[in-house]
């Protein structure tokens, strides 16, 4: 077994005294009954180390950068460990410090190119939607750079520097906070990337977040979604986007997987695709509701399952659908600009994506008591943190768990 464990160096001065001074950390990694000692380019006085948890302490000003540090250097000496296991070495200490110390090519490309490689990375392998994002998120970077007057490059990125970022987007783009904690994920979405590949050493972006208080999430309710599901259109166009919508409501399906839906993936009353995002199998049980908007276009030419139109043109349409169905509940969204607190009251209409009857799904299967794992099966979730949002108890629920109560109690 292979264990990394950051620890002070234990050296004495001329004098046979203990040196308590600014000094070295080193990496103790033991494996197999050998021990190898590794410098990890850090120092720390004796006091303020935290000898229990092998870490300076917190209270230490630039504690976490530097924890972030050694714990990268731990992370890298495990890693080549299990990489010479895989291949088959028996790792010797000489063996690791040989690779751990091998000279690297040093990478003469700004950290703008780097971003340009990391894009193009994703044209191969990502989706559509996420190499936009990573260049918007770039272009970003780059207007900030011009309006700074600064040459944007690893060394650059300091607390100073992403305070700066991030008043940027606050004063100049007058983006919210939500839309902020967004862009600077992505950019540090990238500068682990840079970190993975040894195109960054500078580590100070680790510790930096952006808080801000998740959006409410909007779904529709179950009149809602009924009265939408049941309701005569004779526009044929809105028809459609009724029966594509409420197609989402009744599977999870995100609207990419909507669109490359293929008839040939639906077999003995499942759906059984490769998720356009994820990259996951996901398999959907269609319930007769699905399968009634299935058999409006069972002689669709072509190998899609549904006349699915661009998001776009699909959100617009939702909306012209939604306030012809008279979805006109208030919605009222809370946004915050920095401390400056943003309200805003919208008809439902108005606010009507496709992604809401994903959202719709996974609300109302909650609502009826259904287990968050089997939910989480079929709407594909990768984060726990993002799928555990629907998990809320509702108003009505609420209400009559109250009422109940104080019947009780008076």
Not at 65 to 80: A, G, H, L, P, S
Not at 270 to 276: A, C, D, G, N, V
Not at 287 to 309: C, F, H, Q, T
């Amino acid at each position: 077994m292979a264990n990394a464990t950051p620890k002070l160096e234990k050296r004495k001065d001329k004098n046979g005294e203990l040196i308590i001074k600014n000094v070295p950390v080193l990496i103790d990694f033991t494996f197999n009954g050998k021990r190898l000692w590794l410098s990890t380019g850090e120092h720390c006085d004796a006091n303020k180390w935290d000898e229990k948890n092998n870490r300076v302490k917190a209270s230490v000003i630039g504690s976490a950068e530097i924890n972030e540090v050694i714990k990268t250097k731990c992370e890298e000496v495990n890693k080549v460990y299990r990489e010479a296991i895989i291949m088959g070495k028996q790792p010797t200490p000489s063996y690791l410090r040989n690779i751990l110390n091998a000279d690297k090519a040093i990478s003469k490309k700004s950290l703008i190119q780097h971003y340009e490689d990391f894009i193009e990375g994703y044209r191969l392998k990502g989706a559509k939607g996420t190499v936009t994002k990573l260049k918007t998120n770039l272009k970003h970077l780059q207007n900030f750079g011009k309006k700074q007057h600064i040459s944007i490059d690893f060394d650059t990125i300091s607390a100073m520097f992403l305070n700066k970022y991030v008043e940027y987007f606050q004063v100049q783009l007058q983006h919210t906070n939500g839309t902020i904690a967004r862009n600077i994920k992505v950019f540090k979405w990238f500068l682990n990337w840079a970190s993975k590949y040894d195109y960054n050493k500078n580590y100070t972006y680790k510790t930096f977040n952006v808080k801000y208080q998740e959006p409410e999430i909007i779904v529709l309710s179950d009149d809602e979604l009924l009265h939408l599901f049941t309701m005569t259109i004779n526009n044929d166009c809105l028809r459609q986007i009724r029966d594509i919508f409420c197609f989402s409501c009744f599977t999870a399906l995100r609207y990419s997987d909507v669109k490359n839906l293929k008839k040939t993936d639906i077999n003995n009353g499942f759906i059984s695709i490769t998720s356009i995002k994820t990259k996951s199998q996901i398999v959907v049980p269609l319930i007769r509701e699905s399968k009634e908007i299935l058999s409006r276009y069972v002689d669709l030419p072509g190998k899609n399952a549904l006349p699915v139109i661009s998001n776009q043109k699909m959100n617009e349409y939702l909306k012209e659908l939604g306030k012809l169905a008279g979805l006109n509940r208030p919605i009222t969204k809370v946004k915050f600009r920095g401390s400056q607190r943003i309200d805003s009251v919208t008809p439902l209409y108005e606010v009507l994506t496709t992604h809401i009857g994903r959202k719709t799904f996974i609300s109302y299967m909650f609502r009826k008591g259904v287990d968050s794992e089997l939910i989480r099966a079929i709407s594909n979730h990768k984060s726990i943190s993002s799928f555990a949002r629907y998990n809320k108890i509702d108003d009505e629920h609420k209400a009559s768990a109250m009422t109940v109560a104080f019947k009780k109690a008076i």
